[in-house]
């Protein structure tokens, strides 16, 4: 179905778990060659590595590591065609009125500035490529507000979706092409660790499908949104995958 992404060189951050993990193994099962950087690891490491796809574990908020990710990614394959900048996190719940410098600081360098920097690296040589393809996770938080505690992470998210907007302004003349894809809530290790049991349950119910998603249901808009044949004249779009639970 998605032919054309056979051999195309693929960078995912935060690419082996969750819904990182799902959009590695998805381009790998297209047959692209595939760099995943994580950071924690966990179980599923041994089936990225079983799908032959190249990883690397580093921490992207460190100054120089997104550098170090992408120079590996082209020594590894020589180019990077399509660039998923999905790593990121809540970091915490803190109320507003609880905030402090540092954890701000923790979620806009995890959520945003990395994702900057990974962009513009992307951005650099895919315009010397004269072509290329940059999806970016956001968040259903980014429209709704998230719940409680994560105001610091909805507004990140909804720094990604205007931030890659405008990127998709500055590269469309360059044969570069910039979405996001926004998940709703998604059963992964994310809510098994922000959300407990009973605000999952609560939240299942305010969904139309009545189901909380999986990694695997991002993992077909990921494909759409890289394949030219499929998407060729879509950019500086945010894709919901959340169920029906935001309709706009």
Same mark, same amino acid.
């Given at each position: 179905m998605f032919d054309d992404l056979k051999g195309k060189v693929v960078v995912?951050?935060?690419? &082996?778990t969750g819904i990182g993990g799902a959009a590695s193994l998805a381009f790998a099962a297209a047959g692209a060659s595939v760099f995943a950087q994580y950071h924690g690891g966990g179980p599923e490491l041994a089936a990225i590595e079983k799908a032959g796809i190249a990883t690397m574990q580093l921490d992207l908020t460190e100054k120089g590591a997104p550098e170090r990710m992408m120079a590996a990614a082209v020594a590894r394959f020589g180019r990077i065609d399509i660039m998923v900048n999905n790593a990121g996190? +809540? &970091?915490g719940r803190v109320p507003v009125v609880d905030l402090e410098d540092d954890f701000i600081d923790r979620v806009f360098d995890l959520n945003c500035r990395q994702l900057i920097h990974c962009c513009r690296l992307a951005a650099r040589l895919m315009k010397a490529q004269g072509a290329g393809n940059i999806i970016n996770v956001t968040s259903i938080a980014a429209r709704t507000g998230s719940s409680p505690g994560g105001a610091v992470y909805g507004g990140a998210k909804a720094f990604v979706s205007a931030f890659s907007k405008t990127l998709a302004k500055e590269l469309v003349g360059n044969g570069v092409r910039v979405n996001c894809v926004s998940p709703g809530t998604i059963h992964t290790a994310f809510h098994d660790r922000f959300s407990d049991e009973a605000k999952r349950e609560a939240t299942r119910k305010t969904i139309p499908m009545q189901r909380l998603?999986?990694?695997?249901?991002?993992?077909?808009?990921? +494909?759409?949104l890289a394949s030219d044949v499929a998407s060729g004249y879509v950019t500086g779009q945010v894709i919901e995958v959340n @169920? @029906?639970? +935001?309709?706009a």
């Open positions: 995912v951050t935060g690419g &082996v996190s +809540l &970091v998603g999986l990694a695997e249901d991002c993992a077909g808009t990921f +494909l759409y @169920g @029906g639970q +935001l309709m």
